[in-house]
């Protein structure tokens, strides 16, 4: 007896396009999940926020406190942990229309791990091979990207509401961070001396709450029609 085949193949049952995908970039504190809960009402987009919650919690072991209490030994595997979080929300499946992501592989490369060798929390050697990952990355899985959505700040208005905010681990986080993470975004974003995957529309993130929601309904056709103002990518 024949067996009734029950899988079938995707692409060939079911061709579908990728969603319009929107990486939500800027320093810490800049509101990135604020930003993204203000898209909880639309149906078809579905969101990743907070992708902390999930480094706080590795089976148990809260790998974030640890990269910020001993970061010379746990920077490194933080880092590496962060790039798998990252990938997976980057290859997760939705049916949505558009996918709106909390940070991209994009910024923990091109920011955070840039700062990490500066400050010497990561060995060359250590920073060696997670270029070597994202080399890999780049050249053989396909990370779709639309748009970036570049929420810029000031250096002392996030450090302000880091410190308001209270994350626990983030109590030595300091301002002179908070301004090299800045200088990395804007070289990234700003001036194009790191590679854009996508455009980047750049809204006034240091704005108070009240008058940030202008800017976000502002940003919404770009986000939801796809159009709008854009630095080109490069
Ligand atoms: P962010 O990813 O900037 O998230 P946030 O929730 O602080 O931002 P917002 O207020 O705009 O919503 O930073 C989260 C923490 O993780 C922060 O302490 C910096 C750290 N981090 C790294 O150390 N390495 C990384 O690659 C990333 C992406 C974050
Ligand atoms: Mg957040």
């Not at 049952?13 to 800049?30: C, D, H, L, Y």
């Not at 499946?93 to 929390?121: D, G, I, P, Q, W």
């Amino acid at each position: 007896m024949s067996k009734v085949l029950k899988t079938s193949i995707p692409s060939l049952s079911s061709p579908r396009k990728a969603p319009f995908t929107v990486f939500i970039e800027g320093n810490i504190g800049a509101g990135k999940t604020t930003f993204l809960n203000h898209f909880k009402k639309y149906d078809d987009v579905r969101l990743y926020t907070e992708p902390v919650e999930k480094w706080r919690n590795v089976q148990g072991i809260n790998l974030f406190e640890l990269m910020y209490k001993e970061s010379h030994k746990w920077a490194f595997p933080f880092q590496t942990y962060v790039t798998l979080t990252m990938l997976q929300t980057h290859t997760e499946y939705t049916s949505k229309r558009v996918k709106l992501m909390e940070r991209s592989l994009y910024s923990a490369r091109h920011c955070f791990v840039e700062a990490m060798l500066a400050n010497n929390t990561l060995h060359k050697g250590m920073y060696n091979i997670m270029q070597e990952w994202y080399n890999y990355i780049n050249e053989n899985i396909h990370i779709q990207a639309d748009l970036i959505v570049y929420l810029r700040t000031t250096p002392e208005v996030v450090y302000e509401r880091m410190k308001a905010r209270g994350r626990s681990e983030e109590d030595s986080v300091s301002l002179d961070y908070l301004k090299q993470l800045h200088d990395l975004h804007e070289d990234w974003l700003m001036h194009g001396r790191k590679h854009r995957p996508a455009p980047v529309l750049v809204l006034n993130a240091d704005l108070d709450m009240d008058k940030i929601c202008d800017e976000y309904v502002r940003s919404e056709s770009s986000i939801l029609r796809s159009q709008g103002q854009f630095i080109s990518t490069n």
